[in-house]
């Protein structure tokens, strides 16, 4: 028996799906290991109502009183599709975390409009003189989830963007690299230009099932657009399909899939939402 044992419950809230994955992590003189037990995918259709995610929601809130009796607190990953993202330059004259959030709702307003005042945002830690990765997402979905696990007594203990969890899972292959992080969902392109692992670039993007055609022409537009004579070249991808479909191949660019994170013997079915609730 393992000398030390936790569990988790990693829940990925998508448009088309929830996924719940309860997590067992032991430590024994071979390491730590990640189980799954009895994973569970519930289908929603978002194209009911005009907000995106809230049939996700209703069949969260359906399912999860299943998941009480294991006492697992939960981290949520939320899809990209329900994310944006800002870049929030360095103001060295910001005094304290409510001037640093005013100034932050000031930037996606000036990219997304007024429906910004309405979002709830988060705002990375970096060095000073840095720029920081902002996430909004709306408040209203964000309360939906806390009502939910308190309703079903189980403790939330964090949510998180899909971009920072995969992010962080993959931080100490990226860090003071310079180059393009992809991450792919269905549908959604998120694109990151890290210059030496610190934010440069941040764009989130529609795109189809013909996105490795897409991808190396969408890279030359954010090239330009990025007005930097020194871009990378350099493309890691994530995406849960990377484990049996090629990557692009087309010069000046250099593509490297990075691991989706599958543990072995995964069901196909499962692989996305559970690439993506491994990927922190």
Known sequence: ??????????????????????????????????????????????????????????????????????????????????????????????ANAEEDLSFTRHCFVKVYGKAAQQWELRLSQEAPEMPRLASAVDAELLDGLRAVFDGAGIPLRSIQPHLMAAFNGFRGRLQQHSAWFALLEPGNLCLALLSHGRWSRVRSLRIDRAWREQLPLILEREAVLADDPAVPHQVYVWSAELDDTALPEIDPWQFHALSSGLVPGAVAAQGRHLAMAMAG
Not at 5 to 18: A, F, G, N, W, Y
Request: aromatic share 8%; proline share 9%; charged share 20%.
């Open 1 to 94: 028996m393992s000398p030390w044992s936790h569990k988790e419950l990693r829940v990925v809230v998508c448009p088309d799906q929830v996924a719940l994955f309860p997590v067992r992590r032991t430590l024994s003189l071979h390491g730590l290991r990640r189980m799954i037990d009895e994973p569970h995918i519930v289908p929603c259709n978002s194209a009911n109502g005009a907000v995106p995610w809230r049939a996700a929601l209703q069949a969260l809130e359906a399912v999860l009183p299943g998941f009480a009796s294991d006492k697992a607190a939960a981290t949520v990953i939320l899809s990209n599709h329900f994310l944006r993202y800002a870049l929030v330059p360095w103001r060295a004259e910001l």
